[in-house]
T-cell receptor, first 113, second 117 residues
Framework: DQQVKQNSPSLSVQEGRISILNCDYTNSMFDYFLWYKKYPAEGPTFLISISSIKDKNEDGRFTVFLNKSAKHLSLHIVPSQPGDSAVYFC????????????FGSGTQLTVLP | DTGVSQDPRHKITKRGQNVTFRCDPI?????LYWYRQTLGQGPEFLTYFQNEAQLEKSRLLSDRFSAERPKGSFSTLEIQRTEQGDSAMYLCASSTPPGQGGTGELFFGEGSRLTVL
């Protein structure tokens, strides 16, 4: 049973446009959500997080939106850059910190120049 | 650079053999985690240490798997009698809890890729 789902295995976006990556979860106990980025042959790198007490968190070009009623979160990247091309993982945890994470299966983002 | 270091990066072994992976966390981090990632999937939690104490273990961690962190610094993950289904990337991560001056976010190493023939 996948508790965190990323239903789009891949996404292609033109440079300069907005990238929107989506994630759904089923476990209502999740209260902390994160996005990680992974380049080939590297470990995942933390990107941005959001607590369930918020519905939006911004960091530069990256914004995460949380819709608790829909059990849905999304990552917006504006403007997208070719260096953003990577696999993006959504992750969730219980207890308000990043201790034991449940990851989605990832979305391969390709930003076309 | 003092990021999370894992060794070896790649390991090819025959079914039935034992393998051991080592992880050196970021030096000031007292929490250490092992995750496993198979092709096309996200990382799956295996186990977690706070200092030398192993506080949580996933049901994925069968009896053939054992992890240690004897002095609260580096950690080893041993897989005994390897099976082809053990082929995966084994990721180590470390962190400092938010209440101890850290952000709590996990910092991952580059992983150790295991191939069982």
């Amino acid at each position: 049973d996948q508790q965190v789902k990323q239903n789009s295995p891949s996404l292609s976006v033109q440079e300069g446009r907005i990238s929107i990556l989506n994630c759904d979860y089923t476990n209502s106990m999740f209260d902390y959500f994160l996005w990680y980025k992974k380049y080939p042959a590297e470990g995942p790198t933390f990107l941005i997080s959001i607590s369930s007490i918020k519905d939006k968190n911004e960091d530069g070009r990256f914004t995460v939106f949380l819709n608790k009623s829909a059990k849905h979160l999304s990552l917006h990247i504006v403007p997208s850059q070719p260096g953003d091309s990577a696999v993006y993982f959504c992750a969730a945890s219980v207890g308000g910190s990043a201790r034991q994470l449940t990851f989605g299966s990832g979305t391969q983002l390709t930003v076309l120049p | 650079d003092t990021g999370v270091s894992q060794d070896p990066r790649h390991k090819i072994t025959k079914r039935g053999q034992n393998v051991t992976f080592r992880c050196d966390p970021i030096s000031e981090h007292n929490r250490l985690y092992w995750y496993r990632q198979t092709l096309g999937q996200g990382p799956e939690f295996l186990t977690y240490f706070q200092n030398e104490a192993q506080l949580e273990k996933s049901r994925l961690l069968s009896d053939r798997f054992s992890a240690e962190r004897p002095k609260g610094s580096f950690s080893t993950l041993e897989i005994q009698r390897t099976e082809q289904g053990d082929s995966a990337m084994y990721l180590c991560a470390s962190s400092t809890p938010p209440g101890q001056g850290g952000t709590g976010e996990l910092f991952f190493g580059e992983g150790s890729r295991l191939t069982v023939l």
